[in-house]
């Protein structure tokens, strides 16, 4: 009976150093991993949030579409295109009610007028703000079929429901009205757009389209004169 507890307990002995060893052998085999220049280091890419998704853009910064709008009432032969108003003002049109545009123009510099709270700027480029919702796209496309001075300059759609939420028709219009517009950007609905780095609790995706769009518009408002040729 000793022998055989003897034998036990050498036995347990002999598998609780194996395993050591190899927890040990494993721990060595990752150090060299690490060191090895040939190994690629394994990363870990944080997914992107629903909500944060475009389901307009997808992937995209910016769409471009049309330069310029032609009047539905001009003569035949009559060229009516004219150049996009140059002023150190933009306006922010919301094309319905509820979609952000204070907050957008809170987040650029002084020169983003939103029309909504205050006068808009004579003679200003305008950039339309639009929901993702069929009623808000229908006036987005209003206000670019009706611009013959060609004074918009963009289109932001913003989207607060996530991309298998939105259906294939909103979708479809979404961008038809997109490319009406010289530009289009989209971002999701904030309630709060603190800085130009973005929403706290947006991805890194959001944020740089969110930065991205920022910049562009306060580019818009402010351009940099061109150098004079000596």
Same mark, same amino acid.
């Given at each position: ?88 003002? *933009?306006? =922010? ?7 952000? @545009? $204070? ?7 002084? %020169? !983003? ?41 963009? *289109?932001? =759609? ?7 939420? @939105? $259906? ?7 961008? %038809? !009205? ?53």
């Amino acid at each position: 009976m000793a022998e055989t507890q003897g034998a036990t307990t050498m036995t347990a002995r002999k598998q609780v150093m194996a395993g050591k060893k190899s927890r040990s052998q494993d721990r060595e085999q990752t150090m060299q991993e690490r060191s090895n220049p040939f190994v690629r280091p394994v990363t870990t890419v944080e997914a992107e949030p629903d909500l944060d998704r475009s389901p307009i853009l997808g992937d995209q910064l910016m769409m471009m579409g049309a330069t310029h709008m032609v009047s539905n009432d001009h003569e035949s032969g009559e060229e009516t295109y004219r150049e996009t108003p140059s002023t150190e003002h *933009l306006n =922010l049109i919301g094309a319905s009610g509820g979609v952000g @545009v $204070s907050t957008i123009a809170a987040a650029c510099s002084d %020169r !983003v007028i939103d029309t909504g709270e205050s006068a808009p700027a004579e003679d200003a480029a305008g950039v339309v703000v639009a929901a993702v919702t069929r009623h808000s796209l229908a006036a987005a496309e209003q206000l670019r079929v009706d611009d013959a001075a060609n004074a918009l300059r963009g *289109l932001i =759609l913003v989207h607060h429901r996530r991309p298998e939420d @939105v $259906s294939s028709e909103t979708r479809s219009y979404a961008k %038809r !009205v997109a490319r009406l517009y010289p530009r289009s950007f989209e971002v999701r609905y904030e309630r709060r757009w603190p800085d130009v780095d973005g929403p706290v609790t947006a991805s890194w995706a959001h944020k740089r389209r969110f930065t991205y769009m920022v910049r562009t518009l306060d580019a818009w408002a402010n351009p940099v004169p061109p150098t004079e040729k000596e």
